[in-house]
């Protein structure tokens, strides 16, 4: 298989093992959700350490030991985005497999298990038309400040969401335009998301308008933006405005 091909079979796959677990009916809530990150957890980094063993990796959910740092070709996954709303029994919740090469999302797949769709970067497909009122995908527990105040600024309806790959991949498809998110993330959280949003034609970078980075020493990336080409200068005035 393809690098990207093992991406997106891995991502399917884990999503598989994930439903599997949680049809089991022998956890719930915080207890599942820890349970399928070590479920997934474990298939992804054994599957990908057979695949390609001369790669470095990056989990979640397992022991960062700095070894990637000396390698090109590092594979980025998060077995679980959005361990609550899987532990809920919700459909916003992702799996995120992506490698990045010379610290660039080169390619991802993110499985939307519920959704029975796994979003590929070797596959794009057409995303939709924007409507006239533009949507902004936020948080459903604690949507950030700057995105509510972009959200206001443009007229924008709030799509409330769960995990981050989830709203990655709602501007993917077309079921919003505009993914802004400042609170604080992890290379795991956007590493698929961006691969797949880049393959498709979106604009991707920091909130600052700056490239994003990935397999870097420290792994914390605090913000994200994520939208449709057309809104990204707009976007990106508004945030310096209010940072101004």
């Known amino acids: 298989m393809t690098d990207a091909e093992l991406a997106a079979?891995?991502?399917e796959e884990a999503g598989r093992r994930l439903l599997a677990l949680r049809d089991e009916a022998r956890f719930e809530g915080k207890a599942l959700g820890?349970?399928?990150?070590?479920?997934?957890n474990a298939y992804l980094c054994e599957a990908l350490g057979r695949e390609r063993p001369d790669d470095g990796l990056l989990s979640e959910e397992s022991r960062d030991t700095k070894d990637r740092l000396a390698k090109s070709r590092v594979w980025i996954v998060d077995p679980v985005d959005g361990t609550r709303e899987y532990g809920e029994a919700r459909a916003?919740?992702?799996?995120?497999?992506?490698?990045?090469?010379?610290?660039?999302a080169t390619l991802g797949a993110v499985a939307l298990p519920d959704m029975?769709?796994?979003?590929?970067?070797?596959?794009?497909?057409?995303?939709?038309p924007a409507p006239a009122t533009p949507r902004m995908v936020v948080s459903r527990t604690r949507p950030a400040p700057e995105a509510l105040s972009v959200?206001?600024?443009l007229g924008a309806e709030l799509v409330p969401m769960g995990s981050a790959g989830a709203k990655a991949m709602a501007v993917v498809r077309g079921a919003a335009d505009i993914?802004?998110?400042?609170?604080g993330q992890y290379e795991w959280d956007s590493c698929a998301p961006v691969a797949v949003a880049l393959a498709h034609g979106l604009h991707c970078s920091r909130i600052d308008g700056t490239p994003l980075?990935?397999?870097?020493?420290d792994v914390y990336m605090p913000d994200l933006l994520i939208?449709?080409?057309?809104?990204?200068?707009?976007?990106?005035?508004?945030?310096?405005?209010?940072?101004g």
């Open 9 to 11: 079979h891995f991502a």
């Open 34 to 40: 820890d349970e399928g990150d070590a479920l997934a």
């Open 92 to 104: 916003d919740w992702a799996v995120h497999v992506a490698l990045a090469v010379d610290g660039v």
């Open 116 to 128: 029975g769709l796994v979003m590929r970067s070797d596959r794009p497909i057409a995303v939709p």
């Open 151 to 153: 959200a206001q600024a």
């Open 179 to 183: 993914y802004l998110h400042s609170g």
């Open 213 to 217: 980075r990935y397999n870097q020493a």
């Open 227 to 243: 939208c449709r080409p057309d809104y990204a200068d707009r976007v990106l005035a508004l945030v310096g405005a209010k940072a």
